[in-house]
């Protein structure tokens, strides 16, 4: 049992460095999230000096459809285990711009293009972008947020996302190879 609190501890931090990497180098807070037991949770994060994180205000396991983290990760499950979580999880409107429309939540992920964005949708003020982080027997998301008024999402950005989600990805399975058993994060 100590060896599994050893092993995840280790998990952790690596999880944390890589979340400090991103926030080096794109001057943003960096989160991670994961998709496990049909519940989108938060994993960790890491502030950036200039740019903090988003008060989070409402649990991000009531509030996937209006955050680029969720998105993502339910961008990424098959339709069925879509439509289950999204069965049991209202579409609450969070700001004025959240999407709280079935079908069109469902249009946006279905034509995800491998990336998520959130633009005032969690909370006014503020922009998040996530990338998928792929790793065996994870569903997970890697996502920044920046002050809207500053905030530009471009392909530099994403690529440098990915890059660091490819990193995450590589990491999370080696873990897994490591320990021969599936981290719970």
């Known amino acids: ?23 080096d180098e794109v001057g943003a807070t ?35 459809h209006a955050t680029a983290l969720g998105k993502q990760i339910l961008a990424d499950l098959t339709p069925e285990d879509r439509h289950d979580y999204l069965s049991r999880h209202p579409l609450e409107q969070l700001t004025h711009r959240t999407i709280s429309d079935r ?48 905030a530009v999402v471009d392909r530099s950005l994403v690529r440098k996302l990915h890059v660091a989600a490819r990193r995450l990805s590589l990491q999370l399975g080696a873990d897994q190879m490591d320990t021969g058993s599936e981290f719970t994060i």
Request: hydrophobic fraction near 45%; charged fraction near 20%.
């Open 30 to 64: 960096a989160y991670l999230s994961r998709y496990a037991d049909g519940e989108v949770h938060l994993v960790d994060i890491v502030d950036a000096i200039h740019n903090p994180r988003v008060e989070l205000w409402v649990g991000l396991h009531s509030s996937a």
């Open 103 to 150: 079908r069109t939540l469902l249009t946006q992920l279905e034509h995800s293009p491998g990336w998520a964005v959130d633009m005032e949708e969690y909370a006014i003020g503020s922009t998040c972008v996530a990338v998928p982080v792929i790793a065996p027997h994870v569903n997970a998301s890697l996502a920044i947020s920046l002050p809207s008024d500053t």
């Open 1 to 23: 049992f100590q060896d599994e609190i050893d092993a995840r501890g280790v998990f952790l931090a690596r999880v944390r460095a890589a979340l400090r990497d991103v926030t």
